[in-house]
């Protein structure tokens, strides 16, 4: 039975990863010479506007941001500061579920604000992962401050996009 047989198969896709976890775990790598690039950020964001998608987002945001208390290896603090990286990508540009996902996960970013690591060579990536995490805790915190920051993007969005118009 061919329709018994594709079930199965379906039913095993789902123990992988997704497309868009795949997506997340590149933005957030540890790779040190290079970040995530606009263009995935954006898919990224537009995947927020999916109830199924917003979740598996978040769930590897919230792994990458988990490692913290666990181990402060350079690997990790370079996956927390491109997870912040992602993440106040996405409070800008993302759905409003994302936005109440942070709000709802605030000591996350709390406690990040105190970062400490174990190397001296990671004490650059450290003042990143607490300057990100104040920065994500005052928008999200002020409606008006994210409210504002929303427009200036769209404006900014149409202004490049529009041949010839000067932008302000």
């Known amino acids: 039975n061919l329709t018994g047989e594709m079930s199965l198969f379906d039913s095993m896709r789902v123990f ?6 795949l997506k997340v775990r590149k933005a ?7 970040g995530a690039t606009g263009t995935l950020m954006n898919e ?14 978040t769930q590897v945001l919230k ?13 990790n603090s370079i ?4 997870a912040l ?20 996960n605030l000591i996350y970013f ?11 060579r990671d004490e650059p990536l450290a003042k990143q992962i607490r300057s990100m995490s104040n920065q994500i805790c005052d928008c999200v915190k002020d409606d008006e401050l994210l409210e504002n920051k929303k427009k200036e993007k769209i404006e900014f969005r149409s202004s490049i996009s529009s041949p010839g118009r000067k932008s302000t």
Do not use: M
């Open 63 to 75: 792994r990458r941001l988990s490692s913290y208390g666990r181990r402060t290896s350079h690997k």
């Open 16 to 21: 992988g990863p997704s497309s868009t976890e």
């Open 110 to 120: 709390e406690c990040l604000k105190s970062c400490e690591v174990s190397q001296k």
């Open 85 to 104: 990286t992602l993440i106040l990508y996405l409070i800008n540009n993302g759905s409003e579920e994302f936005v109440a996902w942070v709000r709802g």
């Open 44 to 57: 990224i964001s537009v995947l927020t506007y999916s109830p199924k998608t917003v979740r598996e987002i």
């Open 28 to 34: 957030t790598n540890e790779d040190e010479k290079t």
């Open 79 to 82: 996956h927390i500061v491109k």
